[in-house]
Every structure is written in C-alpha cells, then in structure tokens.
C-alpha cells in the first residue's frame, strides 16, 4: 500500500512534471500512505506483544494467543488506523503553482506546513516513538528470558558415560530428557 501509494505519485511527477491523479487522487493517495504507514506500525507493535506472551508467558498464551484474537486485533488495528487517517481527506488538496509561462498542479497541504507540526507530532509519539519504546522493553524481557533461562542441551549430545547407571536410573533420564526435549523445541519454536 504504501510502495503504491509513495510511487505512483514520485513516477507520474518524473514523467509528466505535474500532478496527474486529480483532486480524488491526491486525497486518496495521501490518505493510503498515512495509512499503511499507520496500519504497518500498529501491527507490528501487535505482534510484539503477541511474541513476548508467548515466550515470557506461555501458559497465558495459549489462551490469549489464539487465531480468532489475532483476527480481532488485526481488524480493530485497520479500524483505528481508517479512521485516524480520515483527518488527511480533509488536510490536503491540489495547488496550482504559477510561474511565468506555466501552470504546475500539485498535491499539497491546504494550510502552512507550521500547522501541521502538531500533527506529525503526535503521529510521531503514537506511531513511533510508543511501538518503538514498547518494542525495546518488550524485546529486552523476552532476551532476559531466554538467557538467564537457556535453552536445555540436547541428550542426545551428552556422552558422559552414562553407562554405569542403573536400569531405573537410565529410564528416569530418559523420561527427563524426553520432557525436557519437548520444552526445548517448544522454546526454539
């Protein structure tokens, strides 16, 4: 969405010079790029969260982490993320620029750029600077995890000797590193 939505217009202004998609155009153009650029960092803060559960929270995750949540959350991410993004409908516009012999159209905001400084603002502290903040905590957790509680080896790789142990000493090794083989592949998974 976006690569089409920042392209289009870069490709029609390098072949023709002016603004070519007309007043429709430069209102939905503008709004797709907010959009998906919007959408695409709510997501993934979303699955952030998702990966952290999983990992620091594995019990909780397999009833929170489920395909019919996932659905909801990504539904109510492109939800808020339309309806945010609506403003850009109404805060940009085609301008014709004059010049001596010529007339250039472009898609342009409405009103002076300083008065959008409080809108990309907080665009940028709820699209970046939040996800970006969450998204470091949470990864630095998720690392904590997994270093103080290392992944077991695998019992296949110990050779020890075990061969001076006992019948019953053998199967509770054998039970132990079956168990600790599943916790395994589920924590590299």
């Given at each position: ?36 650029i ?79 400084l409080?809108?990309?603002?907080f ?22 995890i ?35 083989s ?8």
């Amino acid at each position: 969405m976006v690569l089409i939505a920042a392209g289009l217009p870069s490709i029609a202004d390098s072949l023709f010079g002016s603004w070519i998609f007309g007043h429709a155009g430069c209102l939905c153009i503008t709004y797709f790029q907010y959009l998906g650029i919007n959408a695409s960092s709510c997501s993934i803060t979303a699955f952030t969260i998702e990966r952290y559960i999983a990992i620091c929270h594995p019990i909780k995750a397999q009833f929170l982490c489920t395909l019919s949540r996932a659905k909801k959350i990504i539904f109510g991410v492109w939800v808020f993320t339309s309806l945010y993004c609506v403003m850009w409908f109404y805060l940009s516009d085609i301008q014709q620029v004059l010049y001596k012999d010529v007339t250039i159209i472009t898609c342009a905001y409405k009103v002076s750029r300083n008065l959008y400084l409080p809108i990309y603002f907080f665009d940028f502290g709820i699209f970046f600077v939040l996800p970006l903040t969450l998204a470091t905590v949470l990864y630095g957790l998720i690392a904590r995890i997994l270093f103080l509680n290392p992944l077991p080896s695998d019992p296949k790789d110990d050779k020890n000797g075990h061969d001076n142990f006992s019948k019953a000493q053998k199967n509770k090794m054998k039970n132990s590193s079956r168990c600790s083989s599943t916790t395994a592949a589920s924590r590299r998974q």
